[in-house]
């Protein structure tokens, strides 16, 4: 080069700068699809764990409704059965029993209370296969009740809770007359001619009588009072002491998914 002239640049002088300049380009570029791609990578496993939630969550459900009708048929079903076989009992009682030689006034309690308990576990029997049909019709899958979507509980409670009450409350009536009416039988079913003399056939009718008070007596003084309240009333309890449980659960679900 001539004196006084810049010096004139070369291939070189431009090769290293560049070469610098892609490098730290293609670094940067790395560094950003790196971010971009664990953010992604986190988010879809957040989207399948929040699918996997609602599966786990209408499972549950199903599996809690279907368990729910189980139960509810269960109880239908031996409400029915006990009120049939009551029923029957006291209509073989009325047919078969000998009315010839018996006192008018007698005959006629026996006859109006083994009426009203044919009627009362007939009626029982009757609401209770009802709803037991109806019940079996819910589909736990879907959850369609007249074309809008209800949980079994609001089924439950708006369809079916009186007829089961309804059906209850008939069941204990009748099987209270059931009672009074063991107590009538032995003056309509054993005769004075049978028994020899007038003290045998006083002293066995009244000892029915007497059994058939004191097995009345427990009834309404201990089985009923004890297991008549959690009968009607302790699953709604239950429910809405979970019903806050299970709004926080939903509501922590939400905001896990926002």
């Known amino acids: ?36 791609t664990d953010a992604g990578w986190q988010q879809t496993c957040r989207d399948q764990d929040l699918k996997q939630r609602d599966l ?21 079903n031996s409400l029915s059965t006990q009120s049939a076989l009551i029923a029957g009992f006291s209509m073989v009682v009325l047919v078969e029993s000998d009315k010839t030689s018996t006192n008018k006034v007698l005959l006629i309690l026996f006859g109006i209370t083994t009426a009203s308990v ?16 109806g019940i079996s019709r819910y589909d736990a899958v879907n959850r369609r009740v007249g074309g809008k979507d209800m949980p079994f509980d609001t089924f439950w409670s708006s369809r079916c809770e009186e007829d089961w009450l309804f059906a209850f409350n008939f069941f204990v009536l ?13 003056w309509i079913v054993f005769k004075k001619e049978d028994l020899g003399s007038i003290y ?23 089985t ?35």
């Not at 969550?57 to 199903?62: D, E, L, P």
């Not at 002491?241 to 509501?251: K, L, N, S, T, V």
Request: charged letters at 25%; hydrophobic letters at 40%.
């Open 1 to 36: 080069a001539e004196r006084g002239l810049p010096k004139r640049s070369t291939d070189e002088d431009y090769r290293v700068p560049l070469l610098r300049l892609r490098t730290n380009r293609i670094t940067n570029t790395n560094m950003d699809l790196s971010i971009f």
């Open 56 to 76: 786990e969550n209408n499972r549950r459900r199903i599996d809690d409704a279907r368990r729910s009708v189980g139960v509810k048929a269960e109880q239908l």
């Open 118 to 133: 044919v009627g009362l576990m007939l009626t029982c029997m009757l609401t209770s296969t009802f709803v037991h049909v």
């Open 174 to 186: 009748g099987v209270s007359l059931f009672i009074i009416e063991l107590g009538l039988v032995g």
């Open 200 to 222: 045998n056939w006083i002293f066995i009718n009244t000892s029915i009588s007497i059994i058939a008070f004191l097995v009345l007596i427990t009834f309404l003084m201990y």
């Open 224 to 258: 009923y009072p004890k297991w008549s309240e959690w009968l009607r009333t302790a699953e709604v309890q239950d429910d809405q002491e979970q019903e806050p449980i299970r709004e926080e659960a939903m509501q922590s679900i939400r905001d896990e998914g926002q």
